[in-house]
């Protein structure tokens, strides 16, 4: 019979080697526990970043993502950033670049973007074999469908150089698709807005920064004697950083400046009425354009953007204060006569208004126009009031 004690001293108690086996194993346990919990401080499972590998798993249901793989990726986000967080030395740094555009000082700046353009662009085959031209021109048109055909009319008159845009103030955006270039451009849609609401919220200086001259035209303009090619050579032959075609002298002519001369490609100076100019070198005698066919340079928009108020939408009092942005102002801005055009006065826009208190909707219109100018000159006279007093200087009496 054998000894019950023997017996338990066999399969009992562990040899040395499995005892040491055993302690090792609890160390490097605890160790890796330890490390695993540092290394997720501030980490949750619904904070974790997968990249898109693991986020078109969900697109595609053979990837073949699987649980070890997300642990994987769990485990390399946790510590970078533990890494981020580091303070050592010899850490790689985070990113950030100062000079970037704001809010997007911590990306490399090789891949920022800053700019953008209204290219249209295909949705398959290589990216760079998109575009078989790069126009280098803009122009817009603000258009009710009411004057289809005298856009249809104006739009042949500028060459595939130029990109078309066209903001719907009429909501009927896609009823002009059976003119062939109309598939071609832009269509902006919002009901009942002007031309310069729309310029402020469509036309950032990044966004068509790829353009040398920006047309933002009415939709009532007769086009028979103008070419825009043309129009752009007089342009840079004069230095005219903001112009305007002339005006047929018999029709919807407010301003001398904008009268057309016979006699002469291009004119920047004019006499007006007695006692309207105060400086032959000021509005409306010179630096001076109206707004209905007005045409910048790209760097005379980026400065004209900003001068755009977001609340004064019909632009009035912004004519006499496109001068603000370019130096000499009465050098570079003018009125092309050799290119003209034909203003048909049609108010369009002006019956897109509301009709109250027994006024027709054009009328209410027309007293909003008056009141922006009236708003939009004291907004100016006060900020240049403001900008001379925080610099110590005495202001002028106007310089509006």
Same mark, same amino acid.
């Given at each position: ?15 040395? #080697? ?5 302690? @090792? ?8 526990? !330890? ?36 642990? #994987? ?5 946790? /510590?970078?950033?533990?890494? /981020? #967080?580091?303070?050592?030395? /010899? ?10 555009? =704001? ?46 055909? /005298? ?10 150089? @130029? ?5 719907? !103030? ?5 009823? %002009? ?5 109309? &598939? ?11 031309? %310069? ?13 790829? !353009?040398?001259?920006? @047309? ?84 005379? %928009? =980026? +400065? ?11 632009? %009035? ?48 219109? =027309?007293?909003? +126009?008056? &009141?922006?100018?009236?708003? @939009? ?10 900008? !001379? ?12």
């Amino acid at each position: 019979m054998a000894k019950p004690g023997g017996n338990l001293g066999r399969s009992g108690l562990m040899r040395p #080697n499995e005892t040491m086996r055993l302690i @090792f194993s609890a160390v490097i346990g605890v160790m890796l526990g !330890y490390l695993f919990g540092i290394s997720f401080p501030t980490v949750s499972i619904t904070k974790l970043h997968f990249p898109s590998s693991i986020i078109s798993y969900i697109e595609d249901r053979n990837s073949g993502i699987t649980t070890q793989t997300l642990l #994987n990726h769990a485990w390399s986000s946790a /510590n970078n950033h533990k890494r /981020n #967080n580091s303070s050592d030395p /010899n850490e790689i740094p985070k990113i950030y670049v100062p000079t970037n555009p =704001r809010g997007a000082e911590m990306l490399p700046p090789g891949i920022v973007a800053s700019e953008s353009d209204f290219y249209l662009h295909r949705l398959w085959g290589e990216p760079t074999e998109d575009l078989t031209i790069r126009q280098k021109y803009l122009v817009t048109f603000t258009v009710g469908y009411g004057q289809k055909a /005298n856009i249809d009319a104006a739009v042949k008159k500028f060459s595939e150089n @130029f990109t078309i845009m066209l903001f719907h !103030y009429d909501g009927r955006a896609s009823e %002009w698709d059976d003119l062939e270039w109309s &598939k071609r451009a832009i269509h902006v849609s919002a009901r009942k807005q002007t031309k %310069w609401w729309y310029a402020k919220r469509f036309l950032h200086p990044d966004i068509i920064a790829p !353009y040398d001259y920006v @047309f933002i035209w009415d939709e009532d303009l007769g086009v028979e004697h103008f070419n825009a090619e043309e129009y752009i050579k007089l342009v840079r032959k004069h230095g005219l950083e903001i112009s305007q075609p002339g005006l047929e002298p018999n029709r919807g002519l407010t301003w001398q400046m904008t009268k057309r001369r016979g006699d002469r490609e291009v004119h920047k100076v004019t006499e007006e009425r007695p006692g309207w100019c105060s400086d032959p070198h000021l509005p409306p005698c010179a630096a001076f354009v109206e707004i209905m066919a007005t045409v910048f340079s790209r760097d005379a %928009w =980026r +400065c004209v953007w900003h001068l755009i108020q977001n609340d004064l939408v019909h632009g %009035w009092g912004l004519d006499f204060a496109l001068r603000k942005c370019v130096e000499p102002a009465h050098e570079k801005i003018g009125v092309v006569d050799a290119q003209w055009i034909v203003h048909q006065v049609v108010p369009s826009l002006g019956n897109q208004g509301h009709a109250e208190n027994g006024k027709a909707a054009w009328q209410g219109v =027309r007293e909003r +126009c008056r &009141k922006e100018w009236s708003m @939009f000159q004291t907004r100016l006279a006060d900020a240049e009031k403001q900008y !001379y007093i925080e610099k110590g200087i005495t202001p002028p009496n106007s310089t509006v």
